[in-house]
């Protein structure tokens, strides 16, 4: 799907046709709708394919005709599932081109106008605000994770079930995923930086810097959760197999207080005429209290081992 939109006297319009200072937005393209981008904007077609390939890699190319930037930003699943999927942005002479697999709340933000100070003619500025778009996204979305990992914690507390040790290995899943692509982010956002090529206004420069803060401040922040969940997942995983051996022994305990009365009906029940007790009048009540006797002494002595 392929959108297109222009800043006129300040405000988003909604265009039917691409022209000089307007944005191409193009969401899960066709092939038809790829060879009409090539054909309006000059940018190569391996290129506007690069961002539909999930495992391409975040980095910067300078052509002759355009600047391609190609980053991960953070989105959710089939599964609900917190992922990372490419975002190719391109500037052309006339215009801004963005690609991607699928719709994402960075770059809804500009379409439903709540980016300040957004105009689609001022390019490299606006390609600053989508990075700092995607930087301030994946902040949310760590808030997010973080608050999932303290609910399972507290399921963990009074489970002793492996399903949320599972929802806890997805969640630092995801942490890994965002940590290798923000940091990626960081290494084509230091090239931006450093690239002459790309025009910039003192004011863009102070854009990219925030950029780039808030992009280590995303990278510190999914290492320490990293490790915040990592240090959770071995200690709950410790008490699972701790109150299962806490379980087993007990029934093994039980077992052991439980085999004593079948034990003495063993014995008593053999088919033998001089069993003890066997004729006398009282004999079965007899057997019964020791056997109750005993097991008692046994069950005692086990509860002051703690095996009870």
Known sequence: ????YKTIEEELVSMDK???GCWVSVTRPTSEELARLQEETGIDIDDLRAPLDDEERSRVEIED???????????LDEKDRYVTIPLGIFM??????TVCLEESPVLKAFENKRVREFYTFKKTRFVFQILYRNATSYLRYLRIIDRKSEQIEEKLHISQKNSELIELLELEKSLVYFTTSLRSNEVVLEKLLRTEKVRKYPEDEDLLEDVIIENKQAIE???????????????????????LNIVMKFLATVTIVLSIPTMIASFFGMNFDNIPLGHAPYGFYTIIILTLVVSLVVAFFFRKKDLF
């Open 1 to 4: 799907m392929i959108s297109v």
């Open 18 to 20: 691409i022209e000089e």
């Open 65 to 75: 005709h355009y600047n391609m930037i190609l980053v991960d930003i953070p989105s």
């Open 92 to 97: 052309t002479k006339e215009q801004i081109v």
């Open 221 to 243: 922040m999914a290492n320490i959760y990293s490790g915040i969940l990592s240090g959770t997942m071995d200690a709950f995983a410790s008490v699972i197999s701790n109150n």
